[in-house]
């Protein structure tokens, strides 16, 4: 099997194509490979009695041919090959759709955003008089097992000092909203 690659606009051999050939009923295993020549031609051995798929590797394109006839014993097959160079298929795709689906995404993520921002967020639910008392509780038992903890020295004077003061602190202002809430 053997044959030429040229460009279909301009006439030109293209040389250093990968081409790949397949039996027709088998694409899983390759039945030769090779890379055409300076004048862009290629020759491969091939079984004969078979038909055969001959794919061209170029970028993205793999323009593909399929042999008319079994490939005979000790005949020569020829299948010529006139292709762009560049793949009009996926420059077109690029330029006519691919700025458009950019957009349309940029856009589809702003509306998402707006929405999210607008309507979505919620301000964070104050707790409640027995969440309060709850977080009072705690806090006070804090405080305890701090005093605890200082009495049998397992923490020093410094840092039972300033986790009593962070807990004190934490105690008012969580005394102050339940004031609040009760005096609503």
Do not use: C, W
């Amino acid at each position: 099997m053997e044959g030429y690659v040229r460009d279909g606009n301009t006439g030109q051999s293209m040389p250093n194509v990968k081409v790949d050939v397949y039996a027709s009923e088998d694409h899983i295993n390759l039945a030769a490979s090779t890379k055409t020549d300076d004048k862009g031609f290629y020759s491969a051995e091939v079984q004969p009695g078979r038909f055969y798929d001959v794919y061209l590797r170029i970028g993205d394109v793999n323009p593909n041919q399929r042999t008319s006839q079994a490939v005979e014993a000790g005949g020569v097959y020829t299948l010529n090959f006139n292709i762009a160079a560049e793949s009009s298929y996926s420059s077109d795709v690029v330029e006519k759709y691919g700025f458009g689906v950019v957009i349309a995404v940029a856009g589809l993520i702003l509306v998402i955003i707006l929405v999210d921002q607008l309507f979505l967020r919620r301000k964070p639910k104050e707790p409640g008089l027995e969440e309060l008392e709850r977080r009072r509780q705690q806090t006070e038992e804090m405080v305890a097992i701090t005093k605890v903890k200082y009495h049998r020295r397992e923490i020093d004077e410094e840092s039972f000092r300033e986790i009593t003061r962070d807990q004190q602190e934490k105690l008012i202002e969580i005394e102050s909203r339940i004031k609040e809430l009760k005096g609503k």
